[in-house]
T-cell receptor, first 115, second 113 residues
Framework: DTGVSQDPRHKITKRGQNVTFRCDPI?????LYWYRQTLGQGPEFLTY????????KSRLLSDRFSAERPKGSFSTLEIQRTEQGDSAMYLC?????????????FGPGTRLTVT | SQKIEQNSEALNIQEGKTATLTCNYT??????LQWYRQDPGRGPVFLLL?????KEKRKERLKVTFDTTLKQSLFHITASQPADSATYLC????????????FGQGTRLTINP
């Protein structure tokens, strides 16, 4: 399967702990996005990369959140000092952006539960 | 303020009928609008993209319309089947904003046999 993959699929952590999620995009895609989704809501944009450059971060992304995409391949999203409000599904998506119009391909998500 | 709203949280339709979902937006100037399907516990799956200069787009039993005057998109599933039951999300990219998608809250569609 050559789709977007995310690891882990589920993570339970205690408040105050750090967590890191990984996303492997579709190999030829040049753009990678992170979203957060809570129950009954649509995904909310967090940040995106064009190759290895992080081009935008949402105001939702507090100082406790950091994302990287070394070498323009896989990406990691780290949350430090987790809070119960961080409990959500974290979705990664990738795109091949060659023109003005493009769709995004989403991974299965990582469900984070902070206890 | 900017908003993107889908008409209802849940919609129940009898099998074989046409399901129509609505997406309205305020204070955006979208270059295009997209519709995604999301099943429980899974990521969204892209269905259709319609550009601002297109009125209608079709794909098999799916049809999307885009009215930039009304600031509305309609998503139709004809000859609906129980397998079409899922949450459907609309999303747009604002010309003026960064290159990211803004999603509606989704409509949970149930097709009853």
């Amino acid at each position: 399967d050559t789709g977007v993959s995310q690891d882990p699929r589920h993570k339970i952590t205690k408040r105050g702990q750090n967590v890191t999620f990984r996303c492997d995009p579709i190999s030829e895609h040049n753009r990678l996005y992170w979203y957060r989704q809570t129950l009954g809501q649509g995904p909310e944009f967090l940040t995106y990369f064009q190759n290895e450059a992080q081009l935008e971060k949402s105001r939702l992304l507090s100082d406790r959140f950091s994302a990287e995409r070394p070498k323009g391949s896989f990406s990691t999203l780290e949350i430090q000092r987790t809070e119960q409000g961080d409990s959500a599904m974290y979705l990664c998506a990738s795109s091949l952006v060659e023109g003005a119009y493009y769709e995004q391909y989403f991974g299965p998500g990582t469900r984070l539960t902070v206890t | 303020s900017q908003k993107i709203e889908q008409n209802s949280e849940a919609l129940n339709i009898q099998e074989g009928k046409t399901a129509t979902l609505t997406c309205n937006y305020t204070n955006y100037s979208p270059a295009y609008l997209q519709w995604y399907r999301q099943d429980p516990g899974r990521g969204p799956v892209f269905l259709l993209l319609i550009r601002e200069n297109e009125k209608e787009k079709r794909k098999e039993r799916l049809k999307v319309t885009f009215d930039t005057t009304l600031k509305q998109s309609l998503f139709h599933i004809t000859a609906s089947q129980p397998a079409d039951s899922a949450t459907y999300l609309c999303a747009l990219e604002d010309w003026r904003g960064a290159q990211k998608l803004v999603f509606g809250q989704g409509t949970r569609l149930t097709i009853n046999p």
